[in-house]
Each structure stands twice: as C-alpha cells, then as structure tokens.
C-alpha cells in the first residue's frame, strides 16, 4: 500500500469518526479539517457509501450519519490517551460532583478499549499528571448534569436563589442558557430570569432548590459568545 493509499484510509477512517461526533457536517468543514479539496471529500464520501457505510445527505446542510450505526470502538493513540487523563485531572478539580462522577465513568469505558501497554502508560501518567486549585475554599454542588439536560431540552427550570446582597431567598423561574466557569472555582447558570425580564448568572452553591418543570421555552437566539462580550462590556 503506497502512503497516498494509506493517507487516505487514514482520512476515511477520520471523517466517520467526525460523522459518529456530531448530528451534522459539511463538506467545507472536512475539506478544512484533512487539508484537501471539497471535490476530494465527495469522493471520500462515494467510497464510504460503496463500501456500505450509511451516509445520510442533507441538501444544503451537510452529511450525518443513519441513526444507530456505529463503529466498532476506536483504539486510541497513546498521545490521545494522554490528552484524556490529563484532561480527567483538571475535570476532577471542578467543584460539581456530578462532572466529576459522569467524566470518570466516560473515561474509565474509554480506558477499557485501550491497548494493553497504552493502558500501563495511561495508569502511570495518571499517577504523574496534577493542577493545583485556584480557589479550595470555594463551595460545591451536584446540579451541573441535570442543569445541562434541562439546557439541551430547553426546560424551564424553578430556583429557589439566595442573594449574595441581601442575604434573601427569593423564587424565580428561568431559562438556562449556558454554563460556565473558571478552573477550581464554582460554576455559574447563565439563564433568562422571567422575574427580572433580562439574563442574569445563577452561582450554584447558591441555589438551595432547583426542580425542572413541565414546560418547554424557545431558544435564545443569542450566542454565549456575544453574551459574554456584552458582559464584559457591562461589567
């Protein structure tokens, strides 16, 4: 096999591993993600589809794949192995119990499809891999996992918040928008509140109540990054 051969199985192999991450892909994204030619990403996507990979293509929008199909697991590289256990270490040094717990468990079936000496190396860098806390005196919580559902599925959600001010709990019922947060320091619900008619940041350890409702809003259609940029610019 020549290497131009084994270059493109390389990138065959590549783009249903992009298809398998995410609902939808054009061709312009691939083309810049493998360094090629759009014409050369349709003859990619002909060979998968001759050699019966299930490539469903959308008109206007892009390629996906059918739903169900999967790949055999992927073996990973011992620098991809590498990149995940020392993102586990910076994971584990977020102050939301639910990260942490769902992180793990990802990782440890992702460790378990590993090549044996992969997963000797894995083990020892773990071992060898660590971040000092920014912040240890700042509190946790165990609402992120369940505040990131009712994120994707657009829920309303029902606080009961205690303000940092006044010392005051009060109810509000929101939208949440986004989450963010700085390494080792509490995380933040960015959400359209109805009782203040304007987008606020919820920190979680003040949440002492939280309950996703039967009902459904429709999304904002402003992005995290220009929220940000109008807080900064506020704040």
């Given at each position: 096999?020549s290497?131009?051969d084994?270059?493109?199985?390389?990138?065959?192999?590549?783009?249903?591993t992009?298809?398998?991450s995410?609902r939808m892909?054009?061709s312009?994204?691939?083309?810049?993600?493998?360094n090629?030619?759009?014409r050369?990403?349709?003859?990619?996507?002909?060979t998968?589809?001759?050699?019966g990979v299930?490539?469903?293509t959308?008109?206007?929008?892009?390629?996906?794949?059918?739903?169900?199909?999967r790949?055999?697991?992927?073996m990973?590289?011992?620098e991809?192995?590498n990149?995940?256990?020392?993102?586990?270490?910076l994971v584990q040094?977020?102050?939301?119990?639910?990260?942490?717990q769902?992180?793990?468990?990802?990782?440890?079936?992702?460790?378990?499809?590993?090549?044996?000496n992969?997963k000797?190396?894995?083990a020892?860098?773990?071992?060898?891999?660590?971040f000092?806390?920014t912040?240890?005196?700042?509190?946790?919580?165990?609402?992120?996992?369940?505040?990131?559902?009712?994120?994707t599925?657009?829920?309303v959600v029902r606080l009961?918040?205690r303000?940092?001010?006044?010392?005051?709990?009060?109810?509000?019922f929101?939208?949440p928008?986004?989450?963010?947060?700085?390494?080792?320091?509490n995380?933040?619900?960015i959400?359209?509140?109805?009782l203040?008619?304007?987008?606020?940041?919820?920190?979680f350890?003040?949440i002492?109540?939280?309950?996703?409702i039967n009902?459904?809003?429709?999304?904002h259609?402003i992005s995290?990054?220009?929220?940000?940029?109008?807080?900064?610019?506020?704040f």
């Open positions: 096999m290497d131009n084994t270059s493109r199985l390389s990138r065959l192999v590549a783009i249903v992009q298809l398998q995410k892909i054009t312009t994204y691939l083309a810049e993600q493998f090629v030619s759009v050369t990403i349709y003859r990619d996507i002909r998968l589809e001759s050699a299930p490539v469903v959308e008109e206007g929008k892009g390629y996906t794949l059918m739903e169900g199909y790949l055999p697991p992927v990973f590289s011992e991809e192995a990149a995940l256990i020392t993102a586990e270490k040094l977020n102050k939301d119990s639910s990260l942490s769902n992180y793990v468990s990802a990782v440890t079936k992702i460790k378990s499809v590993l090549r044996s992969t000797d190396k894995a020892l860098l773990s071992e060898r891999v660590a000092e806390e912040s240890p005196l700042s509190s946790g919580s165990n609402l992120l996992s369940s505040l990131q559902i009712a994120l599925h657009f829920d009961a918040y303000s940092s001010a006044k010392d005051d709990t009060t109810l509000r929101v939208e928008f986004a989450v963010i947060n700085r390494l080792g320091e995380w933040y619900l959400a359209w509140c109805r203040r008619q304007d987008f606020r940041l919820f920190r350890d003040r002492i109540e939280f309950e996703i009902e459904t809003f429709k999304p259609k995290l990054e220009e929220f940000l940029e109008n807080y900064r610019r506020k």
